[in-house]
């Protein structure tokens, strides 16, 4: 079985999708780009929390289609990029300010280091959309961690 499957019924298995949209566009990503050579099961955690919606989703699609596209074999300039955006959303330059705990969430998951989820119960009270949204991608990134292969495992807690 490929990892991809495992992963899709592992998740399934764990109630992890919001609806079947949200699924869908997940399956989507995995299905497109699980055997990249940039993939990795950090990248997998962040195309689930852009699979949210349809906005995000079509923001990931791009910046993977053009990662093909130009052959890029690791997440560098993805990892780049979503510092920059990180430190934008926190001296407040994007729309809202739970966006800055996305960003940071997206780059510990693009990095495989731990999310300092210290911010989470205040976001709970300001913005509780964001706080689930976030919660649900931690619970997501536990049990992708826990799939063997693609990568060593990490913890986010």
């Known amino acids: 079985m490929r990892w991809s499957d495992k992963c899709m019924l592992e998740l399934t298995h764990h109630n992890l999708f919001e609806n079947d949209e949200h699924r869908s566009r997940f399956r989507d990503l995995l299905e497109c780009y699980s055997e990249a050579p940039f993939f990795t099961k950090g990248l997998c955690k962040c195309m689930y929390l852009s699979a949210w919606d349809n906005e995000h989703f079509a923001v990931m699609l791009d910046i993977l289609n053009a990662m093909t596209i130009n052959r890029q074999n690791n997440l560098d300039d993805m990892k780049d990029q979503g510092e920059v955006l990180e430190a934008a959303a926190e001296n407040g330059e994007l729309e809202d300010a739970s966006s800055a ?4 969430l ?3 998951f693009l990095n495989n280091k731990p999310y300092d989820s210290s911010s989470l119960r205040s976001l709970e009270i300001e913005d509780p959309d964001t706080a689930y949204l976030l919660k649900r991608a931690l619970l997501t990134a536990d049990v992708i961690d826990q799939i063997p292969g693609k990568e060593d495992r990490r913890v986010y807690t």
């Open 106 to 108: 997206s780059n510990a």
């Open 101 to 104: 705990e996305i960003w940071k």
